[in-house]
């Protein structure tokens, strides 16, 4: 059984900074993408990393370069998104996605098996 699993996800205050977790199991990925949707937006893809080549590449939104870092933990089945200088404007419900992408790694539809989300809401 496929399984993803984030956590992590709270309130804060603008600059402030937040630790995701997505747990995959049940599943062999190449890749596994962190995205985000706020309401009324469409998903958007954030960070990506890809666990076939060494070192991992690592892909970024021009939204969040600088500001996130996506990591994984290979003996926990685990990728993290480390999120500093939190604006405003990243509250938003956060998906982590596992798959095989062929093409870009920020298309949604390029995932198989998504987690539930879990919420971040920045503000003062």
């Known amino acids: 059984q496929v399984e993803l699993v984030e956590s992590g996800g709270g309130d804060v205050q603008p600059g402030g900074s937040l630790r995701l977790s997505c747990k995959v199991s049940g599943y062999r990925y190449r890749t596994v993408t962190w995205f985000r949707q706020a309401p009324g937006k469409e998903r958007e893809g954030l960070a990506a990393?890809?666990?076939?080549?060494?070192?991992?590449?690592?892909y970024y939104a021009d939204s969040v370069k600088g500001r996130f870092t996506i990591s994984r933990d290979n003996g926990k089945n685990t990728v993290y998104l480390q999120m500093n200088s939190l604006k405003p404007e990243d509250t938003a419900m956060y998906y982590c996605a596992a798959g095989w992408p062929s093409g870009t790694w920020s298309r949604s539809d390029e995932y198989t098996y998504w987690g539930q989300g879990t919420q971040v809401t920045v503000s003062s």
């Open positions: 990393i890809d666990t076939l080549e060494l070192p991992n590449p690592l």
